[in-house]
């Protein structure tokens, strides 16, 4: 029953992902299990929500194609145990039980983003911004839907969302000189094969959406901050978010088994919207900033992930190279009775097949370099983990 849940509440909550995943750092889950991508250390990891021990698999120990350079994750998708992943553009991956299947780049013109399942387990992702593809369960390319140009002279798709009616949902922006230039967001429905375009949503500064158990599409806006509901043919305003809110962009949404509604914004907040009442949840302070990413919600589990610039030193030269993927940290958040605790996914035991389990470590814990190899004698400069943390010698 609790599966059943959980995949129910999956479907009905995929709202809005980060365009792209921001710096690689991408976020799942299912009953059992979190499914993270952390570009700090090019691994895939599978994290116990019971006991809260993670499996770090280095993507160059994990048979995956990694032809395209960088191990830098688009789209996560999990349920049952199992986890379709996206990567490098349109390569493609599976994992289940410790193993990894690799499927190969689609298309080197294709990146993938915002993977998400369906009611019927098929998988959908946008990409480059003008089409929606579809993937069955084996991630074989199974439907290709481009938006028309008649739309605007420019138009851009942004995120997507799943109805429990199966629907398929996206919002975006578009750029029309008629209308002086950028208008953000519309909305746009694909049916039969096609994107349905709604003009009553075209200049209504959606910023995140989520479909609820009937079918409305809500829509979170930073320029007003507020919620409206989109029913098919009007925008209807719901409620004015709290003040604390005001200005920082609303990153994702998803609704949860009780339907109630959760809200990210990239500056940390997440917020909870129930029976008309919103409650701002902050997350604890970092001693470096971060940003907020994307929303997992599995029945009444409710996760965030964000990212951090914690140390910009290339491990191959040993100097400061500015900001990249391979310096993105992933901020793992979690509610726990009406708190927000954090977790830095960092490695710091080393096993054959993963970098390790995070656990307990003490002042004599090993060192490893970054593809999770004991090191005995540091003789070269760079950056290697001891502790649990980042060390460049």
């Known amino acids: 029953m609790k599966k059943l849940l959980c995949l129910l509440s999956a479907i009905l909550t995929y709202g809005t992902l980060a365009w792209g995943q921001a710096y690689g750092v991408c976020l799942s889950q299912d009953d059992g299990n979190l499914y993270i991508s952390v570009p700090e250390f090019e691994s895939f990891v599978v994290m116990d929500k019971s006991t809260g021990t993670m499996d770090f698999y280095h993507a160059k120990n994990s048979a995956l194609d990694l032809s395209a350079g960088p191990f830098l994750v688009n789209g996560i998708a999990g349920s049952n145990g199992e986890a379709w992943i996206t990567y ?11 193993v990894f299947e690799t499927y190969g780049n689609i298309n080197g013109n294709y990146m993938f983003s915002n993977l998400t399942r369906d009611l019927e387990g098929n998988l959908w992702a946008i990409s480059r911004g003008v089409s929606a593809y579809k993937l069955d ?3 074989a390319l199974s439907g290709v839907y481009t938006l028309e140009s008649t739309y605007a002279d420019m138009s851009i798709i942004k995120s997507l969302a799943v109805g429990q009616d199966g629907s398929i949902w996206f919002f ?12 953000r967001s519309p909305l746009f429905k694909l049916t039969d094969g096609k994107f349905q375009f709604y003009p009553a949503t075209r200049a209504s500064g959606i910023s995140a959406i ?19 509901v989109f029913d098919g043919s ?9 003040e604390e809110l005001k200005g920082h962009l609303f990153e994702d949404m998803k609704f949860d088994e009780q ?34 990413v994307s929303l997992s919600v599995c029945g009444e589990d409710v996760y965030a992930i964000g990212y951090a610039f914690v140390n910009n030193v290339n491990p191959e030269t040993g100097q400061i190279d500015g900001y990249g993927a391979r310096h ?10 009406g708190e927000v605790k954090a977790t830095e996914i960092i490695p710091t035991v080393s096993n054959p097949t993963s970098i390790g389990q995070v656990g307990v470590t003490t002042a004599d814990s090993p060192v490893f370099d970054l593809q999770g190899r004991k090191v005995d004698a540091i003789q070269h400069k760079g950056v290697y983990i001891s502790n649990g943390k980042k060390v460049v010698r």
């Not at 989520?210 to 409206?228: S, T």
């Not at 009007?234 to 709290?242: A, R, S, V």
């Open 172 to 183: 975006g922006i578009i750029y029309d000189d008629v209308e002086g230039g950028q208008q």
């Open 88 to 98: 490098g553009g349109s390569f493609r991956a599976h994992y289940a039980d410790g």
């Open 234 to 242: 009007t925008l209807e305003k719901k409620m004015d978010l709290p």
């Open 259 to 292: 339907g109630r509604l959760w809200i990210l914004s990239r500056a940390g907040f997440i917020s909870c919207v129930e029976n008309g009442v919103c409650r701002v949840y902050t997350v604890p302070a970092m001693s470096y900033h971060t940003s907020m």
């Open 137 to 139: 369960s084996d991630l």
């Open 328 to 337: 993105a940290r992933a901020i793992l958040y979690g509610i726990s009775n």
């Open 210 to 228: 989520a479909v609820d158990a009937f079918g409305n599409v809500w829509c979170a806006r930073d320029k007003y901050n507020d919620l409206v």
